[in-house]
């Protein structure tokens, strides 16, 4: 069984920092793509970042680049997402996902795995 868990998430200020980190279990972790969609209150879920399978290539959303690093650990099961210089328009829930194909796509329908998600919430 397929568990993506996130953790990290709480509540900052604008300007601060928040670490996010999802651990896999039951899937071979170098073998998926990683990412990160959310959600914010009353709208869609969207695209934040992703990671290739070496993580030698990374994509974002053009609100978060220079901002947030999406990472990963192979040999931990983990991928992170380091967010900086917040802004009360990040708030949303954060869900880790995986996918099995090798490119990265921005697509939420074609994440094959998703985790539980967790609350980022940023004050102004």
């Known amino acids: 069984q397929v568990q993506l868990v996130e953790s990290g998430g709480g509540s900052v200020q604008a300007g601060g920092s928040l670490r996010l980190s999802c651990a896999a279990s039951g899937l071979t972790f170098s073998t998926y793509v990683m990412g990160w969609f959310r959600q914010p209150p009353g709208k869609e879920r969207e695209f934040v970042a992703a990671i290739s399978r070496t993580g030698g290539t990374t994509y974002y959303t053009d609100s978060v680049k220079g901002r947030f690093t999406i990472s990963r650990a192979n040999t931990k099961n983990t991928v992170y997402l380091q967010m900086n210089s917040l802004k009360p328009e990040d708030t949303a829930v954060y869900y880790c996902?995986?996918?099995?194909?090798?490119?990265?796509?921005?697509?939420?329908?074609?994440?094959?795995?998703w985790g539980q998600g967790t609350q980022v919430t940023v004050s102004s």
């Open positions: 996902v995986a996918d099995s194909e090798v490119v990265i796509r921005t697509d939420a329908s074609r994440y094959d795995y």
